[in-house]
Every structure is written in structure tokens, then in C-alpha cells.
């Protein structure tokens, strides 16, 4: 009934090679598309955007970054918050630095910076593999923390330590600040994501991602058939950094607005990141998606069914999360290894079989 | 002697005690990778989960009460009773190997066969639950933790006066040691002992390390596989409410306990992941090293304090050692050469 390829034919190379081949694929990719830009910011208010629009367009940011790392490259890094640290006060420096350049290009930079602070805690990544990895990126994690708190330079000899987004306008709307309207860091945010979204999907796509692919599945193998294993593995760290410093500048501009390092970028935003994509699903972009709006809807939902509706203290809230966060991680990876975006691949296959499954 | 050098000892010796403890969360890493391929994260948050049921059944605390009470709106909190620490022991040793059954029968079982990294994530996940788990049945406010054998034996407090006079003495300044951290390291030679001569003189022990050399051969021989994980991880939860124990008493019970996991891994990258010397060495180092590089150059006490990190460097030297020595030596120091074939 839906869901068919049936009648819509190709009829050159571009039409056949499309994002989306299925026409109600696309139709839908459009239709969420308009929606998120033209309807979304009229009604959008200050609690929506806080607790769940902000938070999840950002992290899905992150949890792409990752994911081109992790999930297509196979290299597994723990240093996620150390890395959107990078971003986060690479886009405070250029904003305090630079104020009369637009906070736009900003973010890039800062993006940017990170892909080449992540390139090079990468660089062992050549004699490292697997946990080994896993575990000499916590060095970035701690270093970088322990840095960002310890030379003044970085926060700009504030008394407090922390960094303080200052107001930036884009078009004249303010984006950052306190006078912030909500449609417009809605609307900002999404701009990023579109566009991280769009690049990681056409790279994971072409050669650049194949040859992820390929590292991942056996490095060996992949450097005998003429993979560059040092060009591979450093490009997916750039282009993860990249994303990954996108994130951070935004969480911390038109999210946060103030930072205090270590409790921001601690450990557990790595691992909170590495839960998104696994629980969303590991080398696939719209898992990015799932795992982040999953794991930020998670507390939002138990918040208000836990201490507002059975009016539970929130310390045993808290420890619940924790308890169906990790749960869900095992049962994830033993039902299903691949994630939301599996379960949401078998969906497609089975709608375009029914109502006549054999 | 001078003041600086003794001062410098003294540093030595409380990395040493601190390499220690971190060789014991380590020895537990160790025990489970050999047996199973299984890089277990949730070792550290298995030694917070031990001491805090130790504590809990201790003090005669209701398991779940804080849940309880918010569902049923009941206001309990305690038995009215002290169990004595024998027997608690003895209670959260079953407590340890209930939940390696658990553990073995509803994760690992339904995971044989898949990636080490995909073990390893679950894991983490598994870390998450047992944190929340504890969390939730024992709540989360700090403890502290006196253990007592029968016959007022309990592990010992503050600084060793005998070493300090006998410095004292002979140097003309005091030396530092702490009485717990002496007796951390008794305990740590005492289980490794018992360790190896479980694994070497035992009939358990033996199929342990036979199903540690080759899965399939030990099936063949007719080992079960399921009893020795159960085993193997009954084990390394004792070993982690031995850490649990000794680092609680050392800085009372919460979740910073579950860090210390994290500094066991590069104690392990360094040492090897199959290699029990290799997890104490690499404890010591890892314990000396960020002391003492703490002491030099994290405050600046050494060549005239030219260099001044500004402190708190014990965050992240263990990682940084442990990456800068593994770009030299990927298997570490006394781990297997790692071989690959396409």
C-alpha cells in the first residue's frame, strides 16, 4: 500500500543514486524538513526549547560527529566531552576575540579547531586498536578538562573560571545572550544540523565513508586492497572533530550560555554521547538522530511520570534513569546490535511487503 | 638528610600504597578478560556496589527503603540491628556471586561470539545499571566504612606512628605513612597469593586457566564454560569488594569510587590485559608515576620548581603515560605480542 518503489522510475544516474530513492521516502524527508523550518518556530516557547528542541539538535550534532568515528570508522573514542570542550572555548575565544565577525563563522572555526586538536590525539590511533583506543582517548578527555581549568588564558582571566557566552546577533535576531528568543536559537541550531547531516550522510556515502567502512570491518584487509589506513583514520578523526566542535560551541553559546568545564564536558557527556549512537544505532545518520532524541527524551519523560505525576523525590528519579539507561544499553546490544535505525530499516522492509507479507 | 629528599621519599611511598589499590581493581580487570575476552568497565562500580552492600547490611539498612517509601509512602529505613562485619562480609560474598550468576545468565550468555568491543559497550552499560542499581537499593549519601574481624581486629586508621618516630629518629623528620595504606598492601599480597595458588593448585583454578588458553579445547575436554564464567566473575567480585573495602575505608563509600575503574585501565594498558604481574607493576607505576610527577611538576617541587603545572595533574597522568607508552609498545608490558591475520 505505501511504502512502494513501484512506478517511480529513474531515468538518470543522479535520480538513481539519490538520498532517498523512495519517492514516499522523500516526500516525507521534505515534509519533516518544512515543518521543522516553517512551522516549528511559531511555536516554539522558551520550556520546549530548553528541555528538548535545543538540547537534542545539538547533540544530535555530536552523536553524527561520533558516529562517523565510531560507527563507520570503528574507532572508539571516550573523549567526546573533552572534544566539544575544544569547541565550546574555541568559540569563546573567537567570540570575545573577533566580535565584529558574525557568530556563524564562529562555530565553524571552532569546529574546525577541534578537528585539529581530535586529529591529533588520533594520531595513535595508527599503532592503537580497539579499547586500547578507547581508553588512550580518555587522555584527551582528562587532559583537555584539566587544561581548559587550569591556564587562565582560555577563559579569559575571569575571577569564576567560567566561560560567559556574550550576546552576538545573526541578522540582527541575538542568538546568544539572555535577551535570546527561542525560534531564533531553535532556528540556528537547525541550520547546523541540516547542514552536518547533509555532509556526513553524502560522505559516509561516497568514497571517504567506504573507505571508513573498510577500516572498520578489518584494517588489515582494507590497507592490502589500497586503503590508506593513516589517511582514513585521520580524516574520520578531522571530520568527527569537526562535528564534534560544532556541538561544543553551540551547547555551550546558545544552549548553556555558561560553562564551568568540568562539569559540562566531564566523562559522563562521552559516555552519555556514546550511548546515543549505540542505543540509536551504530554507522547510520538517522540513528544519530534517534539515540539523541531518545536518550534526551528518556529524562524529560521520566521527570514528569516520576515527580510529577507519582511525585517521587528526584534522587530516586535519577537513579532510575541510570538503571534504564544501562539496562537498555545491554538489551540493546543483545536484541538488537544495530540499533533504533535497525529496527526502523526492518519497519520500512516490512511496510513495503504488507499487506501481503509473502 | 635533607628535608626535600625525605619529603620525596615519602611521596614514593604513598604512590606506592596508592599503586596498590589501584593493582587490586586492576587484578579484578584481569581475572575476567584472561577467562573471557570480556573487557569488563563495570569492575570499578562493582567495588562501589560491594562496599556499599557491605556497609548497608552492616548498619542494617533496608535494601530499596528510599523506593519503598516513595511508592507506598511507608517511612522505613532500618532493621534496628548491626550485623557484625564477619558476617556481612560473608552475606555480600553471596551478595558478589548472585549477581556474577545474574550477570553471566542474562548478558553475557546472549552476547557469546560477538565483538570484544561490543562486550566492552556492554559493559558500560552494565556499569550504568549496577551504578543506578546501587544506588537505588542502598541510596547514595556518603558511608564510612569500619571493618572489624571477631576479636577487635579492625582495619587500622591515621598515620603510622612507629615509622614517623623511627624517622624521626634517624633523620631528624617525620615520614608519612598511612596505617590503612600498610595494611591495603598486606591484603593485596595475601589475595594475589591466594589468587595463584587458586588458579595453580586447584581443580577450578586449573580449568579456569584452561578455558583462559583455548574456549573450544576446554569444551572438548569437558569443562563448562557457563560454570567457570560464573566462576571467574564470583571472583573478580571478590577481589573488587576487597578494593571496594580498603578504598572505602580509605575515603568513605561513593561514586567517586567507581573513578578509580577508570584509573585502573591504564594500570592495565601498561601491565597487559592477560598478565596478573603485569596488573601490579603497572599499579605501582602508575601509583608512583602520577605521585611523584604531582610532586615535581604538578606544584613544582623539583629543579627548583621550573616547572609549575599548577596541580590536580593526577587526572590525566596515568592516561598520558599510559598513551605516550602504548604508541612504543601496543601489548604492553608484560602482555601477549598481538598478532593479526586477515
Same mark, same amino acid.
Given at each position: ?257 555558561? /560553562?564551568? $568545564? ?5 566523562? *559522563?557527556?562521552?559516555?552519555?554521547? !556514546?550511548?546515543?549512537? &549505540?542505543? %540509536? =544505532? +551504530? ?21 514528569? /511520570?516520576? $515527580? ?5 523525590? *528526584?534522587?530516586?528519579?535519577?537513579? !532510575?534513569?541510570?538503571? &534504564?539507561? %544501562? =539496562? +537498555? ?30 | ?342
Amino acid at each position: 500500500m505505501f511504502y512502494r518503489e513501484a512506478g517511480d522510475f529513474k531515468t538518470n544516474y543522479a535520480a538513481d543514486n539519490q538520498t532517498f530513492p523512495i519517492k514516499i521516502d522523500r516526500k516525507g524527508y521534505y515534509l519533516v524538513l518544512a515543518f521543522a523550518f516553517l512551522v516549528v518556530p511559531f511555536l516554539i516557547n522558551d520550556y520546549w526549547a530548553n528541555a528538548i528542541l535545543l538540547p537534542f539538535l545539538i547533540y544530535s550534532i555530536a552523536a553524527i560527529g561520533l558516529n562517523i568515528l565510531v560507527g563507520y570508522c570503528g574507532q572508539v573514542s571516550l573523549g567526546t566531552g573533552g572534544f566539544m570542550a575544544v569547541g565550546a572555548y574555541a568559540c569563546y575565544k573567537f567570540m570575545t576575540g573577533f566580535p565584529e565577525i558574525n557568530i556563524f563563522f564562529h562555530v565553524l572555526l571552532s569546529g574546525g579547531v577541534t578537528a585539529f586538536v581530535c586529529v591529533l590525539f588520533g594520531l595513535p590511533s595508527l599503532r592503537i586498536k580497539g579499547f586500547y583506543l578507547a581508553v588512550a582517548t580518555l587522555a584527551a578527555q582528562f587532559f583537555l578538562v584539566w587544561l581548559f581549568n587550569r591556564v587562565p588564558w582560555f577563559y579569559n582571566y575571569s575571577a569564576s573560571g567560567q566561560i560567559n557566552a556574550p550576546e552576538r546577533t545573526v541578522f540582527g535576531f541575538p542568538v546568544t545572550g539572555p535577551n535570546t528568543e527561542a525560534w531564533a536559537a531553535y532556528l540556528f541550531c537547525l541550520v547546523f544540523l541540516v547542514l552536518s547531516a547533509l555532509i556526513a550522510r553524502n560522505l559516509t556515502r561516497g568514497m571517504a565513508g567506504r573507505k571508513w567502512m573498510a577500516i572498520r570491518d578489518m584494517d588489515i584487509a582494507a590497507e592490502i586492497i589500497g586503503v590508506n589506513p593513516l589517511k582514513a583514520k585521520i580524516s574520520a578523526f578531522a571530520v568527527s572533530g569537526f562535528f564534534v566542535g560544532i556541538s561544543g560551541a553551540l551547547f555551550f553559546a546558545l544552549y548553556l550560555g555558561a /560553562v564551568e $568545564v568540568g562539569e559540562v564536558f566531564g566523562i *559522563t557527556k562521552s559516555f552519555l554521547v !556514546l550511548f546515543m549512537i &549505540i542505543i %540509536g =544505532g +551504530l554507522g547510520s545518520i538517522f540513528g544519530s538522530f534517534a539515540g539523541a532524541a531518545f536518550l534526551v527524551l528518556l529524562p524529560v519523560v521520566l521527570k514528569v /511520570v516520576g $515527580v510529577d505525576m507519582l511525585g517521587w523525590p *528526584t534522587d530516586i528519579v535519577a537513579h !532510575l534513569q541510570l538503571v &534504564i539507561v %544501562g =539496562g +537498555l544499553i545491554v538489551v540493546f546490544l543483545i536484541l538488537e546490535p544495530h540499533g533504533l535505525a535497525q529496527l526502523w530499516r526492518v519497519t520500512k522492509q516490512k511496510l513495503r511487503l504488507w499487506p501481503f507479507p509473502h | 638528610m635533607p628535608e626535600q629528599l625525605v619529603f620525596a621519599m615519602e611521596v614514593f611511598a604513598n604512590g606506592l600504597m596508592s599503586g596498590v589499590l589501584y593493582a587490586l581493581v586492576a587484578l579484578g580487570f584481569v581475572l575476567i578478560y584472561k577467562a573471557s575476552g570480556i573487557f569488563n568497565f563495570a569492575q570499578g562500580v562493582m567495588a562501589l556496589f560491594a562496599a556499599m552492600t557491605l556497609v548497608g547490611i552492616q548498619n542494617g539498612q533496608i535494601p530499596f527503603a528510599h523506593l519503598i517509601n516513595a511508592i507506598f509512602g511507608t517511612h522505613i529505613h532500618h532493621f534496628g540491628w548491626n550485623v557484625p562485619s564477619f558476617a556481612a562480609l560473608i552475606l555480600t560474598v553471596g551478595v558478589m556471586i548472585l549477581l556474577a550468576w545474574a550477570v553471566q545468565k542474562f548478558v553475557f550468555r546472549h552476547l557469546v561470539g560477538q565483538e570484544p568491543i561490543i562486550l566492552f559497550m556492554a559493559t558500560i552499560g552494565l556499569a550504568y545499571f549496577l551504578e543506578g542499581f546501587a544506588d537505588l537499593m542502598w541510596n547514595s549519601e556518603i558511608k564510612t566504612l569500619t571493618f572489624c574481624l571477631p576479636g577487635e581486629l579492625c582495619l587500622p586508621q591515621g598515620m603510622n606512628t612507629a615509622i614517623d618516630e623511627a624517622a624521626f629518629d634517624a633523620w631528624g623528620v617525620g615520614f608519612f605513612i598511612d596505617n590503612l595504606d600498610i595494611s591495603a598492601a598486606i591484603v593485596a599480597i595475601v589475595l594475589v597469593v591466594a589468587l595463584v595458588a587458586f588458579s595453580q593448585y586447584t581443580k577450578q583454578g586449573r580449568a579456569m586457566r584452561a578455558v583462559a588458553d583455548d574456549h573450544q579445547a576446554a569444551l572438548s575436554v569437558g569443562i563448562s564454560l557457563n560454570f567457570i564464567w560464573v566462576l571467574v566473575w564470583s571472583l573478580a567480585g571478590f577481589v573488587a569488594l576487597v578494593a571496594g573495602i580498603m578504598w572505602g575505608a580509605k575515603s568513605g563509600v561513593q561514586f567517586s569510587l567507581s573513578l578509580i575503574a577508570l584509573k585502573a585501565l591504564p594500570v592495565l594498558m601498561l601491565g597487559g590485559f592477560t598478565s596478573i604481574p603485569g596488573a601490579i607493576v603497572g599499579g605501582l607505576i602508575i601509583g608512583v608515576g602520577e605521585k611523584m610527577f604531582e610532586y615535581c611538576f604538578g606544584i613544582g617541587q623539583c629543579f627548583g620548581g621550573i616547572i609549575n603545572l599548577g596541580g590536580a595533574t593526577e587526572n590525566w597522568f596515568a592516561y598520558v603515560l599510559a598513551l605516550v607508552f602504548l604508541v612504543f609498545r601496543p601489548q604492553g608490558l608484560f602482555g601477549e605480542k598481538i598478532i593479526e591475520r586477515v
